[in-house]
Every structure is written in structure tokens, then in C-alpha cells.
């Protein structure tokens, strides 16, 4: 404990060599973090308020204490490499990298004000909800295999369905017959899906961001006369805030259906499409693009 109290005190004043200082302390560590950051944050990103409070805290230490630390001692560093008459130019662009490492601390700082308004919209949507006291989706289980979900993916619809599914461990399938909702709440159920290697299934209409939740299903299935619909995201208007980059969010869904085995030239395709307009592919296109693995009517009773 005491030779790691020592180390730190000695590469804060500056007495650890350069390249420690820079490579281990500065870089390492910073991989070390970002890992971390990235593994934790895909554990919450379905849950708003737990995406704002991890990067909060992680904000906080990370970059407000742990950063400084790693900044000022490389820093220092420098400037007794530079009595040494050492490699001037190594030595400037580990100044340079450690500087602008303030401009990565305003943008995260950025990233987590905008985490911290979808958080507060996403509490507020559930408060509107509950005042309204009505429900825009359904869910029910049929026999024992087949959970349906039908209506627009609106705040809490992941809560409910976990719950649903945990109180009939029997279910394998997730029925989709929605034109879309919360793209939060899709990608919660499509997390779902994915970590208990479920099937999803549509007999009906999947469209938007219905169709992230149904690419979630370990295996994917359409019913002869279904359908699948893709476009662009689109906010509702009294939603359109600086904070919310819809851009980002596409990106982010891009690289989950790339890494559910869609193919690139189809998702491409998907986020050409215009937001006010809808893509539905047929089975054969789905089919050759990894979208969908079978066409099959399931035997539901």
C-alpha cells in the first residue's frame, strides 16, 4: 500500500521518467478506462437513468480526479526532460497529448449533460404515462412458448416484458407486432432477447423501431404474409433538443445489427431511407441479407 501511495505522490511531482510517466500512467491507464467505461456503459445503455448516473460517476473520477493526476505528473515530467536537454520533440508532443486531453474532458462533459436531459425526458415520459393511465402496448403470453408484444414500444415496456418473461421460464419466442415507439425501449428488448438466446417473430407489421427489437432474436423469424419496415430515426417534434444527436444513435444501431450478422449493403440501405418515408423489404431481400433466418407461420395457440 505504501509503495503505491509512494508511486503515485512521486509521478505526480514529476520525479518518474518520461516515458513511465507518458506510456504506463497517462496512455495505459487511459486504455484501462476506456474499456471499462465502454464494457459498463453497454450494461446500462438500455436503461437511461443508469447510462446517466454510470457516466456521471465515471465523469467524475475519472476525468475530474484521476485525469489531472495523470496530466499534471506527465507534465512535470516533461519540464525536468527539458533541463535534460532530452528529445525536444518528444518531449513537446507528450505536452501536446496530455493537453489536449482537457478538450476529451469538455466533451465528455458535454455527453454527460445530454445523458442527464434523455434521462429527465425519459423519467418524463413515464410520468405522462402514468397520469394517463392508459396503456399504448400489450403484452400476454400464449400456451407456453410465446410472449406477445403488440402496440408502440413506449417507456417501460422492457421493464414489463422481463418481468412477464421471468414469471413464464417456459417462453422461447418474442411475437412483434408494432410500428415502432422508443428506440431505448427496442433496444432494451432486443438485449433481452439477445441474452437469453430467444427467438423473435412476426406474423404482422415490425416497423421502425420495432425491427431493432426483433433483430435481438437468436433466431429470426417472419410469417409468410409479415413484414418488415426500416427508416431513418425521427424525433417528435417538441422532442427535437440540441442534446439529442440522432446521427450518433443511428451510428450506435448500425454497429449492433452489423454485429447480429445483417449485411452492410442492406443496412446501408435502411439508413438512407428518409424518416418520412419506409422501407419493406421483401422476404427474399431479408433472407439474403441476414435480416430474417426463415419464413415459417408458427403454430400459436
Same mark, same amino acid.
Given at each position: 500500500m505504501q509503495n503505491t501511495l509512494d508511486y503515485i505522490r512521486r509521478h505526480w511531482r514529476g520525479e518518474l521518467p518520461l516515458g513511465i510517466a507518458f506510456w504506463i500512467n497517462l496512455v495505459g491507464v487511459g486504455i484501462v478506462i476506456y474499456v471499462a467505461e465502454m464494457f459498463v456503459g453497454r450494461s446500462?445503455?438500455?436503461?437511461?437513468?443508469?447510462?446517466f448516473v454510470t457516466a456521471l460517476i465515471s465523469f467524475i473520477i475519472f476525468r475530474l480526479l484521476i485525469y489531472p493526476w495523470q496530466a499534471v505528473g506527465v507534465l512535470r515530467s516533461c519540464e525536468k526532460s527539458l533541463l535534460d536537454y532530452k528529445n525536444i520533440i518528444w518531449i513537446r508532443c507528450a505536452q501536446a497529448i496530455a493537453v489536449l486531453g482537457i478538450v476529451a474532458i469538455f466533451v465528455d462533459g458535454l455527453n454527460v449533460?445530454?445523458?442527464?436531459?434523455?434521462?429527465?425526458?425519459?423519467?418524463?415520459?413515464?410520468?405522462?404515462?402514468?397520469i394517463k393511465k392508459e396503456k399504448t402496448y400489450n403484452l400476454q403470453v400464449n400456451g407456453e412458448e410465446y410472449v406477445y408484444v403488440t402496440g408502440s414500444l413506449d417507456p417501460g415496456i422492457t421493464k414489463?416484458?422481463?418481468?412477464?418473461?421471468?414469471?413464464?421460464?417456459?417462453?422461447?419466442?418474442?411475437?412483434?407486432?408494432?410500428?415502432?415507439?422508443?428506440?431505448?425501449?427496442?433496444?432494451?428488448?432486443?438485449?433481452?432477447?439477445?441474452?437469453?438466446?430467444?427467438?423473435?417473430?412476426?406474423?404482422?407489421?415490425?416497423?421502425?423501431?420495432?425491427?431493432?427489437?426483433? /433483430?435481438?432474436?437468436?433466431?429470426?423469424? @417472419?410469417?409468410? %404474409?409479415? $413484414?418488415?419496415?426500416?427508416?431513418?430515426?425521427? #424525433?417528435? /417534434?417538441?422532442?427535437?433538443?440540441?442534446? @439529442?444527436?440522432? %446521427?450518433? $444513435?443511428?451510428?450506435?444501431?448500425?454497429?449492433? #445489427?452489423?454485429?447480429?450478422?445483417?449485411?452492410?449493403?442492406?443496412?446501408?440501405?435502411?439508413?438512407?431511407?428518409?424518416?418520412?418515408?419506409?422501407?419493406v423489404p421483401t422476404h427474399e431481400i431479408l433472407l439474403a441479407a441476414g435480416v430474417i433466418h426463415e419464413v415459417s407461420e408458427f403454430n400459436i395457440k
Open positions: 446500462v445503455a438500455a436503461q437511461p437513468e443508469q447510462l449533460m445530454r445523458l442527464f436531459f434523455s434521462m429527465r425526458l425519459y423519467k418524463q415520459e413515464i410520468a405522462e404515462a402514468a414489463q416484458l422481463a418481468i412477464l418473461i421471468d414469471q413464464h421460464p417456459k417462453v422461447t419466442t418474442i411475437v412483434l407486432d408494432s410500428e415502432g415507439g422508443r428506440v431505448y425501449e427496442a433496444r432494451g428488448i432486443a438485449a433481452l432477447a439477445r441474452k437469453r438466446a430467444m427467438t423473435t417473430y412476426s406474423s404482422g407489421k415490425c416497423y421502425s423501431a420495432c425491427t431493432i427489437a426483433f /433483430a435481438g432474436g437468436k433466431r429470426r423469424v @417472419l410469417a409468410p %404474409d409479415a $413484414e418488415l419496415g426500416f427508416h431513418q430515426y425521427k #424525433l417528435a /417534434a417538441k422532442y427535437v433538443l440540441p442534446y @439529442l444527436d440522432v %446521427d450518433k $444513435e443511428m451510428e450506435k444501431d448500425f454497429k449492433f #445489427l452489423l454485429k447480429q450478422g445483417i449485411d452492410v449493403r442492406f443496412l446501408e440501405k435502411v439508413f438512407e431511407t428518409s424518416a418520412t418515408s419506409m422501407w
